[in-house]
């Protein structure tokens, strides 16, 4: 259907360090905004730094924001998470909410790069009672069994036959009334 | 459409992940990086690797604000010059004050170096993980509660958290890349500074939370098996008043056969206690004898899944007390005298 997936790297979900088993640590290192004092392309970037930025920086101490002024550049962010990957986003004439929305997107990253879920599960557990093999619920009957025999010769879950089911049928009709012939 | 592309920039040196978009290039903008990316490969080429440059050759760095981001980032309250000795590492110091007698200043740094703390900071690490492992596995013997230890306190392990919380670009060290025993001891040292600074009790959560989280996932029988299991378990039931463990063939498939596969049961007086499985008989026989001793240990492979967090709000006290008592090594635990040593 969708072709993202072809050149995107596949995995399973996973996190850096356990992290969220013993307590939850922001993986998000550090951030650069890179910006323009004068250029228009940069007026959204320059509204949330008016703004926003300080509650940013408040709300998650555990990242350091750099901010670098560049004349005649235009905007980004590099975002740089614990694990050693960097992310890169060109941020030229956002508006003050997209900057805000993006931000907030690194900020609940771990650096893991983007890849595609192979599933939403993982786990390190996968059986508990064990894995299934051919053993598994046999009849220790089984082991000291002469062949042929009665019951484990024959196939398991048979059912009746189709002859054995019309003698049963005969069988119910004589019993109910007697009187009539049977029916061949 | 936005993918994710990996873009070779050319002033880092690391690959950086673009969120890209579409865009309408000029023509001479692929020749041209083509052409930078030929040079490029020639220079590393000559200077053996890519150059690396460390964090704070950066413009956009500030060590106050890495170290306020660094505690903040743990949840963790320490001490300012505790934290910045636990990073300080004395090959930093030796390389500054020769660097500054070089150029003729007095050099009367007041730097202190992490050796202490590193040292105080690796013992009660130790201290820490014995414990929850005792409070965790209570049957099991003390031998493979040290292989458990061994494996947190590796080199890998720790260099591993080490790195995965930032310290590699707040520490101090003369060494670039930095190596792994100076990443093992800035780590020991932040432990003995938390301890420092905001007292044991959070300096254990912290190694619960950090270092022995890294036991998740790893299977603990791999770390450490009995050298005589048949013996081990003879002793046990015999210790235990049951009659003497009896192996039976239960299922076998294939005996003629490379893949020949053997299932053998150990029965004390008619009753099953466990099942191995082998490619001969001796091996199934022995695979049986160590399932059955991992269920006496309670590390089969459906034990109980390790507590982290917040469960163990309630073992906290517990954990405090075992630190200082070793389980039951491994020749006590199948003698006779062990009949009431449960914790």
Redesign the interface.
């Known amino acids: 259907m969708s072709n993202s997936h072809l050149f995107l790297p596949s995995g399973f979900i996973r996190t850096p360090l356990q992290n969220g088993l013993g307590r939850y640590i922001p993986q998000l290192q550090r951030i650069t905004i890179k910006f323009c004092k004068s250029h228009g392309g940069s007026r959204g970037v320059r509204d949330f730094i008016e703004s926003d930025l300080m509650e940013f920086a408040k709300t998650n101490p555990g990242t350091v924001v750099y901010l670098k002024p560049r004349r005649h550049r235009s905007p980004c962010m590099v975002a740089e998470y614990l694990n050693g990957e960097r992310e890169y986003l060109s941020c030229h004439e956002f508006s003050r909410d997209e900057v805000y929305k993006w931000l907030s997107y690194m900020c609940t990253r771990s650096g893991i790069p983007v890849m595609r879920f192979r599933k939403y599960q993982h786990t390190d557990y996968p059986t508990i009672q064990g894995v299934w093999n051919p053993f598994t619920h046999q009849a220790p009957e089984i082991n000291v069994a002469e062949f042929p025999h009665e019951v484990l010769s024959k196939p398991i879950n048979h059912g009746p036959t189709a002859t054995e089911q019309l003698i049963e049928i005969f069988k119910k009709t004589q019993l109910e009334d007697p009187a009539n012939k049977p029916p061949n | 459409?936005v993918?994710?592309t990996v873009?070779y920039?050319s002033r880092?040196t690391?690959a950086?992940?673009?969120?890209s978009?579409r865009n309408f290039k000029a023509h001479w903008v692929a020749p041209t990086l083509r052409e930078l990316q030929r040079r490029k490969v020639i220079e590393e080429d000559r200077g053996g690797g890519p150059k690396i440059f460390h964090r704070s050759t950066f413009?956009?760095?500030?060590y106050d604000?890495?170290i306020?981001?660094?505690s903040?980032?743990?949840?963790e309250k320490f001490n300012d010059s505790s934290l910045r000795a636990a990073l300080t590492h004395k090959s930093y110091i030796e390389r500054e004050t020769a660097r500054l007698s070089d150029i003729g200043v007095e050099s009367n740094l007041q730097f202190q170096d992490n050796e202490a703390l590193a040292q105080k900071g690796g013992e009660i690490m130790s201290k820490f993980i014995n414990g929850y492992l005792r409070a965790v596995f209570t049957q099991v013997p003390e031998e493979l509660i040290r292989a458990m230890h061994d494996f947190l306190t590796s080199n890998p392990t720790l260099e591993?958290?080490a790195?995965?919380?930032?310290l590699?670009?707040l520490m101090l060290c003369a060494d670039f890349p930095c190596k792994t025993e100076t990443y093992v001891k800035s780590f020991k040292a932040v432990v003995a500074a938390l301890a420092e600074s905001s007292g044991e009790e959070r300096a254990r959560i912290f190694v619960?939370?950090?270092v022995?989280?890294?036991l998740?996932?790893q299977d603990v029988n791999e770390l450490w098996n009995p050298v005589d299991p048949i013996g081990n378990l003879t002793a046990i039931l015999k210790r235990e008043g049951k009659a003497e463990p009896e192996f039976r063939?239960?299922?076998q498939?294939g005996s003629n056969s490379i893949l020949a596969v053997y299932?053998v049961g150990v029965y004390s007086d008619k009753n099953f206690i466990s099942e191995g499985a082998g490619e001969s008989l001796e091996v199934a026989k022995e695979m049986a004898a160590r399932e059955a001793l991992k269920k006496f240990f309670h590390t089969e492979?459906?034990m109980r899944?390790l507590p982290?967090?917040r469960q163990l709000k309630n073992i906290q006290s517990k954990i405090a007390q075992l630190e200082n008592q070793p389980n039951v090594p491994l020749s006590e635990w199948i003698s006779p005298k062990i009949m009431s040593a449960v914790h």
């Open positions: 459409m993918l994710d873009v920039c880092l690391a950086v992940n673009v969120i978009k413009l956009e760095w500030n604000a890495e306020f981001a660094f903040n980032r743990l949840g591993t958290v790195k995965h919380i930032g590699g670009d619960q939370d950090l022995i989280t890294q998740y996932g063939l239960i299922r498939a299932y492979d459906s899944a982290f967090g």
